[in-house]
DNA sequence: AGAATACAATCTGTATACAATATTATGCAT
DNA sequence: ATGCATAATATTGTATACAGATTGTATTCT
């Protein structure tokens, strides 16, 4: 079911193995712990041993799977600390990121895009009433703004790094986004969200890393807050991204 | 010649790939923007393509190697300004590292641990005049105290994302140490790093969580003075680990 | 009845064959 | 002579077959 909507597309095998099990994982379907049978894989989706066994590999590296020493691989399990962590460094890495931006300096159109993003994203906020509609696309505005500073900090090595951290779900910039929607507390959280975004680009602007560096930090704090409301109650808890593969305080 | 030493290990044709292949990249015979013939390789090595394929990918996983779009993988080539974020990037994170331990609290047994490598540190650098053998020696327990730091912060996520960025030869923590052994200067920066160890280990004890991140940060700006020093003169450049990936700016 | 061992089934790791795609070289036309 | 098109070649992506290892089960011995 979650796969279907990725059937058809024309890419690599090897793609098209890595985006289903992905879906695969984070739906549920393979529990953390499973050992992945690589033969059942390739009958559930119709596709040879070797680009599943490649995909396999990239989702190790990924962070999704881990390797078995006996061979083959298991699907990883989180604690709530691993994604506190994440989030941690995803906003330690975003900070550096507006740093390096702040202290390089960064070209005339790339500052234009930025505001450009932000003018978006105000426009949404200052709504009174979001709907669905409203953030979904704020969800996209958001994803927009985050991969705008790290192009503007200008460093494929952190780059790299920040889409290692990115690559988990829950750890991703717009990985609580959804469940704001949720929460009695979604438009404060979305407010504070956005004066951080200006005043970055402002700190930005101005050449000052360390505010530039110490807001991005704060704003990963937010998602920390997102994370502990989602977590408390079963129905937020279901809209977290990977909320599957956590496993909870005395799992064993 | 640089893969014969490994030839022998009982180990996976997966595993013996990636070393040999890492080592063929590392000592030049591989050269950066070179796409790599699977087929030379398996004749090389006589291994089959399988095991070779994936250690192709783990290899771009680590960072040594890039996709190709059209296909296949090719040698990465890397900037000056590569190898300076790569460091910035280590650094910011060994202090988040060191922040976590400090703020957290480490157990007595592992501040013992710390502690102990930090006194086998002092007894190298108190000596006058640095041997060959004394410099290996000083880089084994380099390595140990920061694999004791990241063991103290005991964040899985964070290790993960530091193994990553430490994968890359120059910006490993003990990159260039080995240089240091060349520079007149030797002595100066290694009293300086054990000046960072010893309070980085203080600051850890005392919880002074901002204390211990900025005294890491501050400890990989050695690291980048060794850099700029290193690559001045072809003599020491070459004593750089992965020097051969290294583009010099007007290369193209 | 419980534990240990042996056997069987299954699975992973590796090798190789095949097919599709990209690259290179050659020839022709402008 | 240069540029483009076509064909030959080489290389990657995929499928599958085989061998070694591992795990689970059943039987036997204590």
Redesign the pocket.
Request: net charge positive; glycine share 10%.
């Given at each position: 079911m979650a796969a279907t909507s990725l059937e058809n597309v024309s890419s690599?095998?090897?793609v098209k193995a890595q985006l289903a099990l992905r879906d695969l994982i984070l739906s549920g379907e393979l529990k953390p712990g499973d050992?992945?049978?690589?033969?059942?894989v390739v009958e559930r989706l119709g596709?040879?041993?070797?680009?599943i066994?490649?995909a396999l590999v990239r989702l190790e590296e990924e962070g999704l799977l881990e390797g078995i020493p006996?061979?083959?691989f298991a699907v990883k399990a989180f604690s709530e600390a691993d994604i506190h962590d994440a989030i941690e460094v995803r906003g330690t890495l975003e900070g550096l990121a507006a740093r390096f931006a702040a202290e390089r300096g960064v070209s005339a159109s790339r500052l234009a895009d930025l505001k450009a993003c932000l003018e978006k994203l105000d426009e949404l906020v200052v709504r009174p009433k979001l709907t669905i509609d409203d953030f979904s696309e704020y969800v996209g505005f958001n994803r927009e703004f985050h991969t705008l500073l790290v192009v503007a900090a200008d460093s494929p090595a952190l780059a790299r790094q920040i889409d290692r951290v990115v690559s988990l779900p829950f750890a991703s910039e717009s990985g609580f986004v959804k469940v704001q929607a949720m929460l009695p507390e979604a438009q404060y959280i979305l407010t504070i969200a956005q004066e951080h975004h200006r005043c970055v680009v402002r700190a930005i602007e101005d050449r000052e890393g360390g505010r530039a560096e110490a807001l991005m930090r704060e704003h990963a704090r937010l998602a920390h807050r997102n994370l502990q409301l989602a977590l408390r109650n079963q129905r937020t808890r279901e809209l977290v991204p990977g909320a599957v593969l956590i496993r909870r305080r005395n799992d064993f």
């Open positions: 690599s095998q090897t050992r992945i049978s690589e033969l059942s596709i040879s041993r070797t680009p066994r490649m006996s061979g083959g």
